[in-house]
Structures are given as C-alpha cells and as structure tokens.
C-alpha cells in the first residue's frame, strides 16, 4: 500500500529564512504525481505546487521548490525568504497516475513564522 | 475562496440524530470529492464522484451516504454516527476526475456527542 509520512509533526522558521520540510513516500508505481498543500488556520486548503514523476527537474513556484529524489521516495518542500503568511498545516500528497482515486495524504507539519 | 462552499460550517450532532453535510462548488468542475480530516491523521479520502457518477468508496462505513445531484452540488448524509466520526469534513472539486488541482472548500466540522 502506498503511504505518505512526514516525520516533522511542527517546524518553526524565522522570517525570511528558510526551512525545509520533509515527506517521504512508498510506492511500487514508477508514474505518480506528489503535491504540497497549505492549509492556513482556518482557512480553505490550497494547492503549493506539484511534481510529476516522470520529470526529473524539481518543480518551483516562486518562493516554494522542492526536491523530489525518485529513487529515495523523498519529496521535500523547501520554502525560501519565509513570510508571516506561510504559516499554516502544510500537506504532502501522493496520487498514482493509473488510478486516480489513489489519493493519499500525510499527517501534515504545522509551519509557525516568527517574526 | 469562495470557489468551494460548505455548510454548516459547525455541527454537534447525537449518536441518534440524521443529519447532511452540503458542498457547492461554483468552478464548472466535474468531478467532487469527500475527505475526513482527524486530528493529527493523514486525510481520508471518503468518496469520489465524477459526472455525478461515484467512482469510489473507500470502505466507508454505510452510516455515511454521500448524494451528487448535479456535478455542483455533493452531500453527505449522515445518520447514527460514532463519536469517533467527529472530525472536519472536507469537500473537494477538480475540473475533471485525475485533474493535478483539487479545490478545497472550508470544510464542516463535526462533533458526535
């Protein structure tokens, strides 16, 4: 079975630095997407950014890339020149590519930013 | 935001009680989606539903019954539930079934007394 595990429960960056967080994935497949999602307190989930397997360039969108190394099942999301607005739950995602409704999710890291 | 509406956005219920969660989505998607979001687990898918159609049941207990009138309207019907079915209950829409995006409305959060 394909499981999603992110080993930080809580991270904590300084503003404008910063952080990293980790996910780490199992799967026999060789074609899968993984997302990032952000979840701020109260406020609807959003999608970060997505990588395609397939695809050996790790994916950004602006201050947000990751490092996705296939070989390790390793998926990280670093987020550069952290904002107060970062703060939030934030979600790693898996979903096969040959069946859609293999959709998997982490327990997800709650980012805090101090000032 | 205001993409993917649910409501109620809060609801205590008894063990006993029948009550439905409602999700709207005004994206023109197709495809529309139930999670569970428990405190500190992975989100669980629940039910998939593509062109109205349901295309999966992740072994969801039958005290869950999800409806889909139309491709911009998704409910769950939920009656003699648990106390351990108290979580934040997530409604998703994508453009089309295996879309890369999800949105995500705001969700319900459930109590079960």
């Known amino acids: 079975a394909q499981t999603v595990t992110q080993s930080q429960p809580e991270m904590s960056v300084q503003e404008a630095e910063t952080v990293t967080l980790s996910c780490t994935y199992d799967?026999?497949?060789?074609?899968?997407?993984l997302f990032w999602y952000k979840q701020p307190p109260s406020r609807q989930m959003i999608l970060v950014i997505r990588?395609?397997?397939?695809?050996?360039q790790n994916a950004t969108e602006n201050r947000f890339s990751v490092n996705f190394q296939k070989a390790a099942k390793s998926f990280s999301l670093k987020i550069s020149d952290s904002q107060l607005g970062d703060a939030a739950m934030y979600f790693c995602?898996?979903?096969?590519?040959?069946?859609?409704?293999?959709?998997?999710f982490g327990a997800g890291t709650r980012l805090t930013v101090k000032p | 935001e205001t993409g993917v509406t649910q409501t109620p956005r809060h609801l205590v219920m008894g063990m006993t009680n029948k009550k439905s969660l409602k999700c709207e989505q005004h994206?023109?998607?197709?495809?529309m989606y139930w999670y569970k979001q428990s405190a500190k687990k992975p989100l669980e898918l629940m039910f998939v539903?593509?062109?109205?159609?349901?295309?999966e049941n992740n072994s969801v207990p039958s005290r869950f019954s999800p409806e889909c009138p139309n491709s911009s309207h998704l409910f769950l019907h939920l009656h003699t539930l648990q106390p351990e079915d108290s979580a934040l209950y997530l409604c998703?829409?994508?453009?089309?079934?295996?879309?890369?995006?999800?949105?995500f409305g705001p969700g319900t959060r459930l109590t079960v007394t």
């Open positions: 990588q395609e397997a397939y695809k050996q």
């Open positions: 998703a829409s994508s453009q089309v079934f295996g879309s890369y995006e999800q949105y």
């Open positions: 539903y593509n062109f109205k159609e349901q295309t």
């Open positions: 994206l023109g998607h197709n495809a």
């Open positions: 995602a898996y979903r096969s590519a040959r069946n859609n409704n293999d959709m998997r």
């Open positions: 799967t026999s497949e060789s074609d899968y997407y």
